[in-house]
């Protein structure tokens, strides 16, 4: 129903500031029942993380930053939702006007800065769903004004294991000053193995929580070697790549509004994030499924991803252009292409690695 409706809708929430038609959006959802998505076919299914995800198109976080409507989402047809960015203490974020869309691009600039309720709110809405199907996660990340970041990590693995499906740990996003800094080797280790610890801890005894860490696509190679030795190293169960870029490349024609700060997302971040991507599978290989993100916004794109080393896939600006009906899309792409090509998800992961990360998809 709500993909019928947007070709209508979206001409009213493009005519509101971007983010007064997000916010309008997540209400509009929460009035929804949550509802359950149709079956999708078997060949869509992935088995990773010691869980089938019935199809492996996921909506990236940022989108249901507040935990609100995680069913009402997976009731259009994805295989996996990620809330959050979710902070221990209740935050604003950074001033608006903060998020921009770049229509022309199909992208957008975010720098909201982790504005959240916090980890209580975020808590107390994940156990009233306790017990209803579908794969959810939470993306986790630390306080501004934190004077111990990894221990507000650690907070949230420790509250919210058990509740969801897995935790993705951000020490990626561009718009909370400091926070790339934790990428540092050193800085890494000490996270992750705290983390770890905290889920290990927290899930004693019952089906352990996977621990994601999502990555900034702007990492020189040198950086990922040490991050995917340093994960490997802890027992990470997955990386994500690749978050927003704070790259802006000379190809965007909204020139006035790249100028904005924040992360770019969208279709220009579709290449550098996916040679990273590749790049990442080159080095773990089948040891630890990748969730590729960034600039999902067709089959094609997403067909891609997997290409390049993607168990799963993620997006969510594409949203903002396309609507809802793109998630059917991708997966009836997907397909098609296990049908022309005569191979299966599984067999697909990571075929084209080696070229694409060289540039050539």
Known sequence: MISSLFPLAKKFLHALDAETAHQLTIRSLALMPPGRPGADDARLAVEVFGRRF???????????????????????GFGFVELGGVVPKPQEGNPRPRVFRLAQDEAVINRFGLNSEGLAAARRRLIARRGRPGIVGVNIGANKDSNDRIADYVLCVRELSGLVDFLTINVSSPNTPGLRDLQGEAFLDDLLARCIEARNKADEGRTQTTILLKIAPDISLETLDAVVATAQRRGVDGLTVSNTTIARPASLKEKALSTETGGLSGKPLFEPSTRLLAQTYLRV?????????????????????????????????????????????????????????????????GRDAAAIAEGRF
């Open 54 to 76: 019935p199809n492996p198109v996921g909506l990236a976080a940022g989108f249901d930053k507040q935990c609100e409507v995680p069913d009402q989402l997976l009731a259009q």
């Open 285 to 349: 290989g089948r040891t630890m499924p990748l969730v590729g993100v960034g600039g999902v916004g067709s089959p094609e794109a997403a067909w891609a991803k997997i290409r390049a080393g993607a168990s799963l896939i993620q997006l969510y600006s594409a949203l903002v252009y396309k609507g809802p009906a793109l998630i059917g899309e991708i997966k009836q792409g997907l397909l098609s292409a296990l049908q022309e090509e005569g191979t299966s998800l599984d067999q697909a992961v």
